[in-house]
Each structure stands twice: as structure tokens, then as C-alpha cells.
């Protein structure tokens, strides 16, 4: 008879891996709304939206740009593109709606 344990362990990080999880959590927020708009914008123009190589590629422009999506994780901000390419891919295929933008109040934020 095979017998499955689990152990449950509950991580309380620092102050400053507090702030570092927040501004990760803001910057990928902030990268998928900023590109969702332009995926709509290119939607209702063309009637087709973005590609994920092209918004990845833009998105090594915008960090130069803007200093302080340096600060993060990049694995995080590629993550959530990718998030929407897929959302975008499902809406395509008729499998969900259209992706919505993120917002900062709401109680969940992962």
C-alpha cells in the first residue's frame, strides 16, 4: 500500500523581498496592460493583433527606456507576455473572450 505524505511550509520574506515581490507584481501589471492596448489597437486596424516575438522585441526598447523595469525580474515580464499571446490565441480560437486589463485594486495579485 503506497502512502503519500506532505509537508506544508509558510515562507515570510523580508522587507526588502516584500517591495522587490510588489514592484515585480506592478511591472509585469504595467507590461501586460501597456501591450494589451496595443494588441487592440492593431486588432481593430487590422483585424489581426500582435505576435509574441514582436512584442518581445519591443519590450527590450521600453526597457531601456524605462529604468526601473530593470529593477525586476525579466523572466516576469516575459512571463506575462507570453500570458497574453496566449489569452490572445485562446480569444482567437473562439475558446475564451478577449483578454481584460489588469487591475491594480484587485484583491488578488499574483
Do not use: H
Not at 523581498?17 to 492593431?42: P, Y
Not at 527590450?60 to 523595469?69: D, H, R, S, V, Y
Request: glycine share 4%; aromatic share 12%.
Amino acid at each position: 500500500m503506497l502512502v503519500n505524505k506532505a509537508y506544508k511550509f509558510r515562507i515570510y520574506p523580508t522587507k526588502e523581498q516584500e517591495t522587490l515581490i510588489v514592484k515585480t507584481i506592478g511591472c509585469s501589471r504595467f507590461i501586460f496592460n501597456r501591450f494589451l492596448g496595443q494588441w487592440n489597437d492593431a486588432y481593430k486596424e487590422t483585424g489581426k493583433g500582435l505576435t509574441y516575438n514582436s512584442c518581445s522585441a519591443e519590450l527590450t526598447q521600453l526597457k531601456k527606456e524605462l529604468i526601473w523595469l530593470k529593477e525586476v525580474d525579466s523572466i516576469a515580464l516575459q512571463s506575462s507576455l507570453k500570458s497574453l499571446s496566449d489569452s490572445y490565441s485562446r480569444f482567437f480560437n473562439m475558446q475564451n473572450n478577449a483578454p481584460r486589463f489588469k487591475s491594480k485594486k484587485n484583491q488578488v495579485q499574483s
